[in-house]
């Protein structure tokens, strides 16, 4: 099985070569876990076509944009009103204050949850390529992670993770499911989570990372909130980053039982700022803004994926804002390069699917300026179907 087991002692020794395993050094670890940052200028950045981070190029209404505006007059303070915003958030999922941690991104709230749940000795159990950024904070604390591989479909083999949960029950910390799955786009279905929240140690924590949420159409996704309201040991994770589109305002919250928000409360920094807050709620009051993002990025991801797939590539289905194209035999790094020299960024190399390209969904003329480069970059070939690739 090419299961992925990231030590301290093998990022002390560098590259392994377990059998048929996939391993990566610490900094490529690290380099994995990080958003990449722009470097340029800002005339340079305003030039790029940015569909490398799965922002929403929309930008904030302007409900949102007000709200922050009218919250400047506070910037000066410690103690001001924050417009209720974890009552808000508690209201809006039907769960009580202290069922909320506010952090500065949901990014905040995983790293808390493996500062809390990890250390040395201790494992967190997920999938490969998932958010690299827990297996990093694992790494951080001295922790292992076991990463196992996806199936041929890209989605997660759940009965492969109640397998290696319950067999290395005593050392792991917390299971991490993303879901939808970044990079692949893809859903754990709601079956799939009970079946693996039945079938784990019943005081193993597992956290749900619900970053892309919002974009999901599949009736056989769910949230698993409804587990915390239940008393399980589920950690979910929510972020204003995506639909909100307050990725640089850094807000974010972990919806989990009480016992474990008072756990994870004293490693979180509790510190987000007061614009954030603001801005986070006058997003949830207008769920009509969060539905037109998610219905044109829907619609100009599918067109995409068509125009892509008649031109010969076939592209994963995707439930998010971003999706993958397989890119025949030419690997990723140098198509980055490529398009990076037309103006256009895109993601990073997920290894091991180092023949696909993920590419975030942006606005329509982001998407017109992808598919020319695409067209120049790729030869036409005879037209692909979904799903394919490896
Ligand atoms: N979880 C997933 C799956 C993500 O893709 C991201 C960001 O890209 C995050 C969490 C962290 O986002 P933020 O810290 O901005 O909320």
């Known amino acids: 099985m090419d299961v992925r087991q990231f030590s301290r002692r093998r990022f002390v020794g560098g590259v392994t070569a377990a059998v048929g395993a996939f391993s990566l050094r610490r900094d490529e670890l690290f380099a994995q876990g990080q958003t990449p940052q722009f470097t340029g200028s800002d005339n340079d950045y305003d030039t790029f076509v940015k569909l490398a981070s799965?922002?929403?190029?929309?930008g904030p209404p302007d409900s949102v944009m007000k709200a922050m505006n009218a919250a400047w007059k506070y910037a000066n303070r410690y103690g001001y009103p924050d417009g209720n915003v974890v009552q808000v958030i508690a209201?809006?999922?039907?769960?009580?204050?202290?069922?909320?941690?506010?952090?500065?991104?949901?990014g905040e709230g995983l790293n808390v949850m493996a500062t809390t749940y990890l250390g040395p000795g201790k494992k967190v159990l997920g999938v490969s390529p998932s958010y690299a950024s827990v297996f990093q904070q694992a790494a951080n604390v001295k922790a292992d992670s076991i990463q196992l591989p996806l199936t041929k479909d890209f989605t997660q083999n759940i009965s492969q993770m109640i397998e290696a949960a319950n067999r290395n029950a005593r050392d792991i910390g917390f299971v991490y499911l993303c879901n939808p799955n970044n990079p692949t786009g893809v859903v754990i279905t709601a079956k799939d989570v009970k079946e693996l929240l039945d079938n784990i140690p019943k005081d193993m924590p597992v956290l749900i990372d619900e970053a892309y949420h919002h974009y999901v159409d599949d009736p056989a996704y769910?949230?698993?909130?409804?587990y915390v309201?239940?008393?399980?040991?589920?950690?979910?994770?929510?972020t204003f980053s995506k639909i909100a589109a307050l990725a640089a305002m850094r807000i974010g919250y972990s919806v989990a039982p009480p016992d474990m928000i008072r756990e994870m409360r004293v490693y979180a920094s509790n510190s987000v700022n007061v614009l954030a807050k603001w801005g986070a709620v006058a997003s949830l009051k207008d769920p009509a803004a969060q539905a037109d993002v998610k219905s044109k990025t829907v619609t100009l991801r599918n067109n995409t994926s068509k125009v892509l797939e008649s031109w010969g590539y076939a592209t994963i289905p995707s439930q998010t804002n971003f999706f993958m194209v397989h890119l025949?035999?030419?690997t990723v790094q140098p198509v980055i390069e490529e398009f990076r020299k037309r103006g256009i960024l895109v993601g990073r190399p997920f290894p091991p699917m180092l023949n696909h390209l993920r590419v975030?969904?942006?606005?329509?003329e982001d998407m017109e300026k992808f598919i020319q480069a695409f067209k120049a970059i790729f030869p036409q070939k005879a037209a692909a179907t979904a799903r394919g690739g490896r």
Do not use: Y
Not at 54 to 58: A, G, L, M, S, V
């Open 328 to 330: 025949g035999d030419r």
């Open 222 to 226: 769910g949230t698993a909130i409804p």
């Open 229 to 238: 309201l239940e008393g399980r040991k589920v950690v979910v994770g929510r």
């Open 91 to 106: 209201d809006h999922h039907g769960v009580r204050r202290d069922n909320i941690l506010l952090t500065a991104g949901s």
């Open 54 to 58: 799965n922002e929403n190029n929309w």
């Open 360 to 364: 975030s969904v942006g606005t329509p």
